[in-house]
């Protein structure tokens, strides 16, 4: 159903665990589609995929379809993940650099509603994101729109995750099985976003994982993320 058009990466929707390339639907000739094609040394999040395909209009990115496909050029095979082509921008890139900041009033309106209405069906139907950063969420449309969630099953859940997004006992475990986790962990990485926008910088300030951990330990994730700035009582 789906056309694969490996000519055509698209390295700026990249995900950490899988390439993106353009796509089109030969049912109706729509390109308005991407097509992530997933590193195979990690695991894609099997048993997410049916619920994120069943689940109603939301405001994240939208998985249409997945299957495996032999890739060019290898005779090796890859698993793909086809979702709707996002219509704006990443809050941030995903390899680094500047984070968009968003005012107060902007974060109340177009961020925060959209996300925790998202984050409510999936804990009503038994499922974690554990992908919520500023580099996987996009502006719905090429305006300042709402902010959308951006895909979370190409690999193992929260792999990707920066240590300043994860709470204390998740951050011991190893990356690659930190687990799906509960409604909790996607609360607390939504909150760090938050921050992380507000501010327009990057909550670790330079923090590697192993201090982020020990201040988290210390002093309490708030503290020591949040420092000195002055959070309004609204957020």
Request: aromatic share 6%; hydrophobic share 40%; with cysteine.
């Amino acid at each position: 159903c789906f056309e694969l058009l490996p000519d055509q990466p698209l390295p700026h929707l990249d995900a950490p665990t899988a390439q993106a390339f353009a796509a089109q639907d030969r049912r109706t000739g729509n390109g308005d589609v991407l097509a992530l094609v997933c590193d195979p040394a990690f695991p894609v999040r099997a048993g997410l995929l049916d619920k994120l395909k069943a689940l109603p209009e939301t405001q994240i990115l939208g998985l249409i379809d997945y299957g495996a496909v032999v890739w060019p050029d290898t005779d090796e095979g890859r698993f793909v993940l086809i979702y709707e082509h996002p219509l704006g921008r990443r809050l941030q890139r995903e390899d680094g650099g500047a984070i968009e900041q968003m005012a107060e009033d902007a974060i109340l309106n177009s961020l925060l509603p959209p996300v925790v209405k998202t984050l409510e069906l999936f804990g009503k139907r038994g499922m974690t994101h554990r992908a919520i950063r500023p580099s996987n969420m996009f502006r719905l449309d090429s305006g300042a729109g709402e902010v959308i969630l951006g895909e979370c099953a190409s690999g193992p859940a929260a792999i990707s995750q920066p240590p300043a997004y994860e709470p204390i006992e998740s951050l011991m475990a190893d990356p690659v099985g930190r687990g799906s986790g509960s409604p909790a962990e996607d609360v607390y990485a939504l909150g760090v976003a938050v921050l992380a926008v507000l501010t327009g910088s990057d909550p670790a300030d330079g923090r590697g994982a192993a201090q982020l951990l020990a201040e988290k330990m210390t002093a309490g994730s708030y503290h020591c993320l949040v420092g000195g700035y002055a959070m309004s009582d609204n957020l």
